[in-house]
């Protein structure tokens, strides 16, 4: 079974540009999670969907959003990026939602803003 | 104070050495996770549990929930097992997602 995807890998955009940033999850996932990890926060939880709708958020300005299509692939957008957004974002997929079931994690996009 | 706090940040032991790492949490949990990340990025999650202990060739993970305290152990310790571990906690409910610790960087000399 292939695991989650992630696109693009690395990625550098300069402030005030949106991004957007894509997952696939492993075949069978309908939950796909979003995460960032900084060395100064660690990582932080930015929201989740499930079956095409958002379920949880974490505490992160409205610039973050998301979506998930019917395939369960889900998009991740940045708006007005800044400085502090330089980050590595992950994504993961699981059976369930909220935590329930073990979280199978991709390789990351790695986001620097200039 | 964070909700989940590990013990120690920082590990340097020898190859061949049993390994502990601490997870406390102040929050009520449904399941805490642990999760190995290596230099580049990628994580792996280890375990899921909710009581009790499991175990997983060299690695042992147990919990307790009236303590809210749980350990990662590792048998044997090999220097491929040098990693950033991290415990993350469910909240439950379905409300919140990860909850995550700062993470224990094991480094296992040969």
């Known amino acids: 079974k292939a695991g989650v995807t992630q696109t693009p890998r690395y990625l550098i955009k300069t402030r005030g540009q949106q991004v957007t940033l894509s997952c696939s999850p492993i075949?069978?996932?309908?939950?796909v999670s979003w995460y960032q990890q900084t060395p100064g926060q660690g990582l932080q939880f930015l929201f989740e969907?499930?079956?095409?709708?958002?379920?949880n958020k974490g505490n992160f300005p409205g610039r973050f959003s998301g979506r998930q299509f019917s395939n369960s692939r889900s998009e991740m957008n940045v708006s007005t990026l800044e400085l502090g957004d330089s980050a590595l974002y992950l994504c993961?997929?699981?059976?369930?939602?909220?935590?329930?079931?073990?979280?199978?994690f991709g390789p990351g996009t790695r986001l620097t803003v200039l | 104070k964070n909700e989940v706090e590990q013990s120690p940040q920082n590990l340097t032991a020898q190859e061949g050495e049993f390994i502990t790492i601490n997870c406390s949490y102040s929050?009520?949990?449904?399941?805490l996770h642990w999760l190995q990340q290596h230099p580049g990025g990628g994580i792996v999650s280890l375990f899921m549990?909710?009581?009790g202990k499991k175990k997983h060739g060299r690695l042992i993970a147990t919990i307790n929930i009236q303590e809210k305290h749980s350990s990662l152990h590792i048998t044997a310790s090999h220097p491929r097992d040098s990693a950033v571990y991290i415990c993350?906690?469910?909240?439950?409910?379905?409300?919140?997602?990860?909850?995550f610790g700062k993470g224990t960087h094991l480094i296992i000399q040969p």
């Open positions: 549990l909710s009581s």
């Open positions: 969907y499930f079956s095409e709708t958002q379920r």
């Open positions: 993961a997929s699981s059976l369930e939602f909220g935590g329930h079931g073990e979280q199978f």
């Open positions: 075949s069978g996932h309908r939950s």
């Open positions: 993350a906690v469910n909240r439950g409910g379905g409300a919140d997602g990860l909850t």
């Open positions: 929050v009520g949990i449904s399941a």
